[in-house]
C-alpha cells in the first residue's frame, strides 16, 4: 500500500483515538465550526440591516406619499369636490395601513440584528476560551514526553507533508526503506520472528 493510503487508513482507524489523546486538536475542530457559525452569523446580519435599510428607504417613501395624499384631499376639500376628497382620504388610510405594516417589519428586522449580534458575540467568546484552552493543552503535552508510537507517527505525518506534490506511488519502495515507521516495525517483526524461533526451540 502506497504511503498515502497508509496514511489515509490510520486517520480513518484511529482518528476518534488520536483525538482522545490529543485533545488540543479536539478543540482546534470546534473552534473551527465556531469559527463557521461566526461567520454565518455575520452574514445574516448583513442580510437584516440590507433589509432595514430597503424598508427604511420604503417606509420614508410611504410617508411622502401620504401627506401628499393628505394635501390632495385637503385641496379637494376646499374646492367642493367631496367625491375627490374621500377617495384622497381613503388612499391615505390604506397607505397609513401600509406604513405600520412596513414598521412592524422593519422593527422585527432591528431586532433580529440585535439578536444575531448577542448571538455572535457569545460564538466569539466561546472561541476566545477555546482558543486559550487548546493552547493550555498543548503547552501541557509538549511538556510530556512522546511514546514510540506517537514520536513514529509525527515522523510518518513529516515525511507526508513534507513530500507535497513531488511524492508519487512509483516512489514508494525508496520511501519504504528510509521511513522510520517501516524500519521501526521490520525491527520488531525481526525481534517477534526471533523469540518465536527461540520459543520453538525450546519445545
Do not use: C, Y
Amino acid at each position: 500500500m502506497s504511503l498515502f493510503g497508509d496514511f489515509s487508513k490510520f486517520l480513518e482507524d484511529r482518528l476518534d483515538e488520536f483525538l482522545q489523546n490529543n485533545p488540543h486538536l479536539e478543540l482546534q475542530v470546534l473552534e473551527d465550526e465556531l469559527r463557521d457559525q461566526e461567520n454565518d452569523t455575520a452574514k445574516l446580519i448583513g442580510e437584516f440591516e440590507l433589509k432595514e435599510k430597503q424598508l427604511e428607504a420604503k417606509i420614508l417613501q410611504t410617508a411622502e406619499t401620504i401627506q401628499s395624499w393628505h394635501a390632495r384631499a385637503a385641496k379637494a376639500r376646499q374646492a367642493g369636490r367631496a367625491d375627490l376628497a374621500n377617495a384622497a382620504a381613503e388612499r391615505e388610510a390604506a397607505l397609513l395601513r401600509e406604513g405600520n405594516q412596513l414598521w412592524a417589519q422593519r422593527k422585527a428586522a432591528s431586532d433580529k440584528i440585535e439578536q444575531t449580534q448577542k448571538l455572535r458575540d457569545e460564538i466569539r467568546e466561546r472561541r476566545k476560551a477555546l482558543k486559550v484552552k487548546a493552547a493550555e493543552i498543548a503547552e501541557q503535552q509538549r511538556a510530556q514526553p512522546k511514546t514510540p508510537g506517537e514520536q513514529a507517527f509525527d515522523e510518518v505525518a513529516s515525511r507526508f507533508s513534507d513530500s507535497g506534490n513531488n511524492w508519487n506511488a512509483s516512489d514508494t519502495s525508496r520511501d519504504k526503506a528510509s521511513d522510520p515507521l517501516e524500519q521501526a516495525f521490520q525491527s520488531w517483526e525481526t525481534d517477534e520472528e526471533l523469540e518465536q524461533l527461540k520459543r520453538n526451540m525450546k519445545r
